[in-house]
Each structure stands twice: as C-alpha cells, then as structure tokens.
C-alpha cells in the first residue's frame, strides 16, 4: 500500500481514497439535479460552488479528509426548486448539510417579541 502526498489516504493499486470517490460522485449527482455545471474551484480542488445567477453562490461542497463530503446551501433567488433539488439530494446520500440563510437578526428579535 502507498499513501498519497498531499492526503495521507492509502491507496491500493488504482483504487481511488474513498473521500475522492465521494466528492466525485456528489459533484456529478449536485450537476444533475440541479441542471448546472458547478462555476468555481479552487487551486487545489477540494471546494467547488455553484452560482445563484445573481451576485453570488448557493451551493458549495467541500471535500473534507476526514469526514467526506460537506454542503454549504443557500437561497437560489432565480429558482429555489434549485435550493430545495440540493437539500433533498445531500439529505438522502448522507453529505452533510449547512444551511445559510440571509436573516435579518432585527426582524426575527420583533417577530419573537409579539
């Protein structure tokens, strides 16, 4: 067995790290349901983020060592089916979810004092 460099994940033959696989297939599954290609990455690969078509993203997915596959969701403002199609995928291939919402703290402090 070697070990990558960068990971330390053990490899045998051509088996892929089961982290890779994951991320991989979870960027594959996200493109399809959400009917876009992913539109950002960094150098190295391990976080990629879908646009809003607005100013901004509402997806991004995190290839993390240790625990695999991390989604930070937000609003899709052009199309929430797109928001709702991302939370129901990760939720059923156990990646987990963080959901980020733009709140305004002053109209929640309101609502909850009536």
């Not at 051509?14 to 996200?30: K, R």
């Not at 403002?77 to 959901?99: F, M, R, V, W």
Request: aromatic share 10%; charged share 25%; proline share 2%.
């Amino acid at each position: 067995m070697k070990k990558t460099e960068k990971t330390g994940d053990e490899m045998v033959g051509n088996h892929m790290p089961d982290t890779i696989s994951e991320f991989v297939w979870a960027i594959s599954g996200l493109t399809h349901v959400i009917g876009e290609e992913f539109t950002t990455s960094t150098d190295e690969g391990r976080i990629v983020s879908w646009s809003d078509g607005e100013s901004g993203y509402f997806l991004t997915l995190v290839m993390d060592d240790t625990s695999g596959c991390h989604a930070l969701i937000g609003d899709h403002l052009k199309d929430p089916q797109k928001t709702y199609a991302s939370i129901g995928y990760c939720y059923y291939h156990n990646i987990s979810i963080e959901l980020a919402w733009n709140v305004d703290e002053d109209e929640i402090k309101k609502e909850t004092m009536q």
